[in-house]
């Protein structure tokens, strides 16, 4: 029997990645697209002639509570009370935004300057990252799907802490297209600003800093610090990030790829390149594209990293949770 799910901020970019993805699920019934701005409108009207054919819901339509499983494509802080009502009533959910992503409520409010309203779900909710979280994800009924920038950045440093050849003291120095900003009527993000043009932004404190800080600490059980400075490039979506390590000891390049190559080598969804990765070949795709680089003159280690912010970012990294929880094989509909 086919899973019911409704995707929740279904016209924002990661909700409308959400329905193409989903629709054309083989083991899924899309049963509704919530959105508040275009409640009573076809799904055509803005995502083009190949939307499924439906009619945007509202949060309290009887379509809603039909579901299973909810996707939840809402902002940041915007999701705990509504998740709050959804487990509520038995259904799993996968939340998009960060509100279930850092285990401590201090943590959470410290870097999102918000109260959390659902305390009570943050021991139940586990991180959606397939690739360190698969054996739980089989049995999670709240699963916390990562940003783009930390999936990005802990697949490319993951291997080499593991294995303890890097100092647990990094930088992720990444660039992400327009669309990971969200769908927002904002002059910065207006075509002329953004155009031949490029930026940092939200350094030395961007909040997804303590969620990299968290999932690299939890997978080598001890303290790992990040220094995370985004940008925002003059392209619409993939995400490339470079991270920057000191070395343990000499290293050579053989050895490297053999400890990144041997992690992943049972991932369906991660590929360790022989040259460096390029965003067009990963665009459109849930792929993670990884190149570990031996610096030997300056002791370093740098691995660049390839993703599609709305995918393996964002909706394809949902939909990857949803196969793994509920049995299906992996790469369905993705």
């Given amino acids: 029997m086919k899973q019911k799910v409704a995707v929740i901020g279904a016209s924002g ?42 009619v945007y819901c509202d949060l309290e339509a009887e379509e809603v509570f039909m579901a299973d499983v909810i996707v939840a494509c809402l902002p940041h802080c915007h999701a705990m009370d509504r998740v709050k009502e959804w487990r509520g ?32 779900l943050l021991k139940e909710a586990v991180f959606g990252l397939p690739e360190v979280n ?30 303890g050849i890097v100092e647990p003291n990094i930088i992720v120095n990444a660039v992400s297209g327009v669309s990971g900003a969200g769908r927002q009527a904002n002059a910065e993000y207006a075509f002329c600003e953004l155009n031949e043009n490029m930026q940092g932004y939200g350094a030395p404190t961007h909040r997804h800093t303590p969620e990299i800080e968290q999932t690299l600490s939890k997978a080598i059980e001890g303290g790992v610090r990040v220094s995370f400075v985004p940008h925002l490039g003059p392209f619409s979506r993939g995400l490339y990030a470079t991270v920057y ?79 793994i929880r509920f049995g299906f094989p992996e790469k369905s509909g993705l």
């Fill in 134 to 163: 698969r054996e739980h994800l089989k049995t999670a009924d709240l699963i916390a799907c990562p940003g783009c920038y930390p999936t990005a950045g802990s697949l490319a440093a993951l291997p080499a802490l593991k294995a």
């Fill in 245 to 323: 390590a000191t070395l343990t000891s000499e290293t050579d390049q053989e050895t490297v790829e053999k400890i990144y190559r041997d992690f992943y080598a049972s991932e369906p969804f991660v590929a360790v390149c022989a040259e460096n990765p390029r965003l067009k070949d990963v665009v459109n795709t849930n792929y993670c594209h990884l190149r570990p680089v031996v610096d030997e003159r300056a002791g370093r280690l740098i691995v660049f990293s390839a993703i599609d912010n709305l995918i393996k970012g964002a909706a394809g990294q949902a939909v990857q949770c949803l196969n």
């Fill in 89 to 120: 009533s038995g259904k799993t959910v996968l939340d998009l935004s960060a509100d279930f992503r850092l285990e401590s409520h201090e943590n959470f409010e410290e870097w999102y300057g918000r109260p959390h309203t659902a305390v009570e």
């Fill in 13 to 54: 970019y990661a909700g409308m990645e959400a329905v193409k993805l989903l629709s054309g699920h083989p083991f899924v019934e899309l049963v509704a697209a919530s959105s508040k701005s275009h409640t009573g409108r076809h799904l055509s009207s803005v995502m083009g002639a190949s939307a499924p054919d439906m």
